[in-house]
């Protein structure tokens, strides 16, 4: 059954044994916090989602904590209601390639939108008091991590759903030793918006309304159903909506309602409901800040929105999680729009792909169902890394370390994949370096742009399949007993061993 919110979601976790309340006293504050090391604690084992409600520092103790719900490949599965990894890109994927089977959303009354219940109107906002804030580790400034950002193409009117943090500036340090003036404290946003040059579909539409010279209005809902927080992590084709993809991944409409200050509609069951409009040529500093890939980013500069309405649920929930050396909260969460954006492309084109593996640490596993000699043609491998960093769709082309392998290879086990490389691969001719490649936005050994972000890179694509007929008529056989072999020998020394 699809999940009317986040809140269905979580009672699903609790129900399976996958959430916990912990009232023990967390430290969450500026220079002097413990929910970094509480992620690693539960990310190094698989563990559970928690509820936090006693937060020490914490400006909103009448707010929980969402903590580490999508910490797991099994639960990022749940969040499109499948059982596991390989079930949830099927259904990802299959979705994907086939919009006749989404949901165009439904627009409800506000008066039946849970995200109305409460709300703050412009000349009442102190976002030091109205929104939460927790720190992570050394972060400078306090991040808003689980929203998604609603904005509207300023020529074609077109909508775009994209997951976008943003900066809160409230008790931030500066990177550069300055100070955030007060209202910029308590009435603006910096948002994750790469505009300069456009890298994301809502710096696109940044990007067209600032050489329009027109203002562009944007909504950030916060802690939706889970399965538009994916769908908004799905690198779509510019223009397609991801609130219609959302509701072929739930099998139903997604609930919208009108905005109170901006011409734009948002999640109805959201948590909490951001409304504001770019302020053109705006330019924010902000650092440090902990990317995906493990560092932290001491500069970045990104626009500024001015809010102009908050709303939120009665007795709201907020989320917040950090990005560090994998794995993270939410890291497999979006790690599975990716590898279903790609899979999707590729299976589309290519049906010997059978599956598409990203490893937390964004290494980009191709796996087919066929080598040696059943390939469709010699040098088949070297096809599927072009194809690769030629798909549709955001991210393939951001594929930094590519490698592609066969049928007997576990693409989910490292273990297999470097036996893989190590017997299947010379490097100098079963490699591809691509000199002029798109980086990964947040790739520190990239050289960097004013803004902080690498633009472009280089890139290494392995083809780890058998060389036949490439170099071999035939290959030598694999050394293995079957896995039902293994599963026999251990029910016949269960107890014993």
């Not at 979601?9 to 399976?16: G, I, M, N, R, T």
């Not at 059982?83 to 409800?108: E, F, Q, R, T, Y």
């Not at 919208?256 to 948590?271: G, I, K, S």
Request: charged share 25%; with cysteine; glycine share 8%.
């Amino acid at each position: 059954m699809p999940y009317k919110d986040m809140r269905e979601f979580l009672d699903v976790l609790e129900k399976d044994g996958q959430l916990k309340h912990i009232d023990t006293p967390i430290k969450v504050e500026h220079g002097d916090n413990e929910l970094q090391a509480l992620m690693r604690l539960l990310c190094q084992d698989d563990g559970p989602a928690l509820i936090l409600t006693n937060l020490e520092g914490y400006n909103r103790p009448d707010v929980p904590l969402i903590f580490n719900p999508f910490g797991t490949r099994e639960r990022t599965a749940m969040t499109i209601d499948c059982k596991g990894p390989l079930d949830s890109k099927k259904k990802h994927a299959a979705v994907l390639s086939d919009p006749s089977i989404w949901h165009d959303p439904v627009v409800v009354e506000k008066d039946k939108a849970p995200c109305k219940e409460v709300i703050i109107k412009k000349e009442d906002i102190s976002l030091d008091k109205d929104l939460p804030h927790v720190w992570f580790g050394k972060e400078a400034a306090s991040y808003i991590t689980g929203a998604v950002g609603i904005t509207h193409d300023p020529e074609t009117g077109a909508r775009n759903v994209g997951c976008y943090r943003m900066t809160q500036l409230w008790n931030a340090v500066h990177p550069q030793g300055e100070e955030y003036p007060e209202e910029h404290q308590k009435k603006h946003l910096s948002v994750f918006a790469f505009w300069n040059p456009p890298m994301s579909h809502i710096g696109l539409h940044l990007a067209k309304a600032t050489a329009m010279g027109k203002p562009l209005e944007v909504a950030f809902a916060c802690q939706c159903d889970p399965a538009i927080h994916i769908a908004g992590g799905t690198g779509l084709p510019f223009g397609q909506d991801e609130f219609q993809f959302a509701g072929g991944l739930k099998g139903a409409p997604v609930e919208l309602v009108q905005c109170e200050t901006v011409d734009l509609q948002v999640p109805a069951t959201a948590e909490y409901i951001i409304e504001g409009v770019f302020i053109p040529e705006s330019e924010t500093t902000i650092g440090n800040h902990s990317n995906p890939v493990g560092y932290y980013d001491s500069i970045q500069v990104f626009p500024r929105i001015e809010v102009t309405c908050i709303t939120h649920r009665k007795n709201p929930m907020w989320y917040a999680t950090m990005e560090m050396i994998p794995p993270f909260d939410h890291n497999y969460q979006a790690l599975l729009p990716v590898e279903c954006e790609v899979l999707s492309d590729l299976q589309r084109k290519i049906p010997e792909v059978q599956d598409v593996v990203v490893t937390p640490n964004m290494t980009y596993i191709v796996q087919l169902s066929v080598d040696g000699a059943r390939k469709p043609h010699a040098e088949f491998g070297k096809y599927i890394l072009h194809a690769v960093w030629g798909s549709a769709g955001r991210w393939g082309r951001c594929a930094k370390i590519l490698i592609v392998v066969g049928p007997d290879v576990d693409p989910y086990d490292m273990d297999s994949i470097e036996w893989a490389i190590a017997t299947r691969v010379q490097p100098a001719e079963d490699t591809i370096i691509n000199e002029s490649g798109q980086a990964f936005v947040l790739d520190p050994s990239a050289t960097k742009g004013h803004h902080g972000f690498p633009v472009t890179g280089s890139q290494i694509g392995i083809d780890a399949t058998m060389k036949v007929p490439e170099r071999f008529e035939s290959y030598q056989e694999v050394s293995m007993p079957t896995q039902e072999e293994v599963d026999a020998i251990a029910e016949k020394l269960k107890g014993k061993l």
